[in-house]
């Protein structure tokens, strides 16, 4: 199993307010719910570009 380790996170109210309520729908932790959307989501955000690589697509836009 995973070493467990506590972190602090900031949501906008409504969100956590949401997600709450799913967690409460689902019976499910607050935390499972994170961890379960992140593990669904992680693949899709893979796909967005890091600000690095926009930084350099303006730079190599710039010098054209």
């Known amino acids: 199993m995973a070493a467990k380790k506590k972190l602090t996170l900031y949501f906008p109210e409504e969100m956590l307010q949401e997600t709450k309520e799913e967690a409460l729908r689902q019976d499910r932790s607050l935390s499972w719910i994170i961890q379960t959307a992140w593990r669904i989501a992680r693949d899709e955000m893979k796909s967005y570009p890091g600000v690095n ?12």
Not at 55 to 61: A, G
């Open 53 to 64: 690589e926009l930084i350099n697509e303006s730079k190599q836009r710039q010098a054209s």
